[in-house]
């Protein structure tokens, strides 16, 4: 788990299959290593207003748009660390801001303004909160998370997520990690994480393996889940003779 609280850098996500998985990890062995952690749980609980403003502008693609969430690595009690991140992309650039705390300090802060500290990444948050009038937990997402940084520069990492799971209800990160699937059983979201250039050896990985860079939120796939829902609810016959 790394203990970064401020990061700037390309977010380029990529849909694999199993088989395409398997090659791709073959082709990174003699040039990247797996995280100290392997492969761990990781949970985001996703804040927004009652009517989804913030993920609502985020899929119109705008040029700027942000995220707040709360996440913790693997189900949480009381005194597990978790973060308060706030997400942000600027023109296809990713500026992250977190801060780590206890996860009832940080249900504290969220939901009763119970102020942890007084910093310039708490400000932003504090900005981010009071601009969108009724923030509130909105989405669970949890996934299982494979990560690899290159040997010859650790900014340059690749991370793999398995089993992505959400949930619109039950909204805390100690009920346990369950949900409704986003993906297929054999798909795998991965994701190149960088400041600088993809390196030639992995262009020419993507390359062989025919992968294409796509475009992919799983907390906009978990609300267009929740609007389809919703509209099949509303949908439903009336039993006008009971």
């Known amino acids: 788990m790394s203990d970064q609280m401020i990061f700037k850098r390309y977010e380029i996500k990529y849909m694999l299959d199993s088989e395409q998985l398997t090659r791709v990890k073959e082709g990174m062995a003699e040039h990247m290593i797996p995280d100290e952690h392997g492969r761990s749980a990781i949970c985001s609980l996703y804040f927004d207003t009652p009517d989804f403003r913030l993920i609502r502008h985020s899929l119109e693609h705008p040029i700027y748009k942000e995220k707040l969430r709360l996440r913790s690595y693997g189900v949480a009690d009381d005194a597990s660390q978790v973060f308060v991140e706030l997400k942000k992309k600027y023109d296809s650039v990713v500026y992250k801001r977190r801060v780590g705390m206890t996860s009832r300090k940080a249900w504290d802060y969220l939901l009763r ?29 949890s996934y299982e998370r494979e990560a690899f940084y290159a040997k010859d520069n650790h900014e340059f990492r690749v991370t793999f997520d398995h089993n992505i799971l959400w949930r619109d209800y039950d909204l805390t990160l100690d009920s346990g990690i369950y949900g409704e699937p986003l993906l297929r059983e054999d798909q795998v979201l991965m994701e190149i994480k960088t ?48």
């Not at 942890?116 to 997402?141: F, K």
Request: glycine share 2%; proline share 5%; charged share 25%.
């Open 113 to 141: 303004e119970k102020h942890p500290m007084n910093t310039q990444i708490i400000r932003e948050i504090d900005y981010t909160i009071s601009h969108y009038s009724g923030i509130q937990p909105a989405v669970l997402l």
């Open 195 to 242: 400041a600088d250039a993809i390196p030639l050896w992995f262009v020419k990985l993507l390359t062989e393996n025919r992968l294409y860079k796509t475009s992919f939120s799983k907390y906009g796939s978990a609300y267009e889940a929740i609007c389809e829902n919703r509209r099949q609810e509303c949908a439903e016959p009336i039993d006008l003779v009971s």
